[in-house]
C-alpha cells in the first residue's frame, strides 16, 4: 500500500512546496489551485497536495475559491471508500457543513449548498446505496455543474464501484449491477467482460475470485501459559485494600 502522502503523479515543484517552509505560504495557493485544476483534466489525483490547500484555505479564508474546493470534494468522491471525502470535510468552515441554519437552508449557488450535495453523494457511496447514488447524480441539475470540471467523473464512479463489488462478492444478478453501475444492453456487456473482465452467465455475473473476495477459514490459536491461570485466581481472593 502506497503511503499516505505519496502521489506518483505529483510534479516536482508541488514534492518541493510540500516538503518545506512553503506548505503554509500563502502565497503558493495559487500554485495548488492549478495544481487542483490540473487533477481534474488530467485524472489524476493527489489527496495530500488537497489537503494541504484547504488548511491553507483555513488559515487564509479571503483567499479561497469556492470552485477549487468543489473540485477537491468531487475527486475525493472519485476514490470511495477512502476516508479522503472525510478528511477534506473536517478542514471546511463549519457553516458549510450544517443543513439548514435557522431552519433556513443554504443559498442557491453557495459553498455550503455544494458541499452538502456533495456530501449526500458521499453518504450514499460509503453505505453502498449505488443505485441511489445515480438517482441522486441524475435527478438534480446542479450535480452536473458541480463535477463539471472533474474530466471523466461517471466513468470513474463505475469503475469505482465496480473495484468493490469485485472485493466483496464473487457473484451478482445482472439487473441488480445495472442498477449499480447505471448502464445496461450492449453497454453493460461491453462495460463487464471488456473493462472488468467479468463473466456474464445468464442472468448472474461471475467476478473471478481474488485475494478480496476468496472466502477463507481463519483458525485462531490462543498461546495461554498455565501460570497465567494461577495469577488470575490468586487476584480473585485477594482483598481490596
Known amino acids: 500500500m502506497a503511503a499516505f502522502d505519496f502521489a506518483i503523479d505529483r510534479p516536482e515543484n508541488i514534492e518541493a512546496i510540500l516538503n518545506g ?26 489527496c495530500y497536495a488537497n489537503l494541504a490547500l484547504l488548511k491553507l484555505y483555513q488559515f487564509n479564508p479571503h483567499l ?14 472519485t476514490v470511495f471508500p477512502s476516508a479522503d471525502f472525510s478528511l477534506c470535510l ?16 443554504p443559498a442557491s449557488g453557495s459553498l455550503a449548498e455544494a458541499v452538502q450535495h456533495l456530501s449526500k453523494l ?15 447524480f441524475e435527478g438534480d441539475d446542479l450535480y452536473a455543474d458541480l463535477v463539471a470540471d472533474v474530466q471523466g467523473f461517471e466513468e470513474v464512479m463505475k469503475v469505482r464501484i465496480a473495484v468493490v463489488v469485485s472485493q466483496c462478492m464473487q457473484e451478482v444478478q445482472r439487473d441488480v449491477l445495472e442498477g449499480w453501475l447505471n448502464v445496461s444492453g450492449a453497454k453493460f456487456d461491453h462495460f463487464v467482460s471488456e473493462v472488468c473482465g467479468w463473466k456474464i452467465d445468464g442472468a448472474t455475473v461471475r467476478v473471478p475470485l481474488n485475494k ?14 498455565f501460570d497465567q491461570f494461577g495469577r488470575l485466581i490468586k487476584r480473585a481472593y485477594e482483598q481490596p485494600a
Not at 64 to 77: C, M, Q, S, Y
Not at 122 to 136: I, K, M, R, V
Open 21 to 46: 517552509l512553503d506548505r503554509y505560504n500563502p502565497e503558493t495557493t495559487a500554485t495548488f489551485q492549478e495544481y487542483v485544476a490540473q487533477q481534474c483534466e488530467n485524472q489524476t489525483y493527489d
Open 64 to 77: 479561497a475559491r469556492d470552485g477549487t474546493i468543489t473540485n477537491i470534494l468531487a475527486k475525493a468522491l
Open 90 to 105: 473536517s478542514l471546511l468552515p463549519v457553516y458549510t457543513l450544517v443543513p439548514a441554519q435557522n431552519g433556513v437552508p
Open 122 to 136: 458521499h453518504d450514499q457511496l460509503t453505505s453502498a446505496g449505488y443505485a441511489d447514488f445515480w438517482n441522486t
Open 212 to 225: 478480496e473476495n476468496e472466502a477463507r477459514s481463519t483458525l485462531v490459536r490462543e498461546n495461554v501459559k
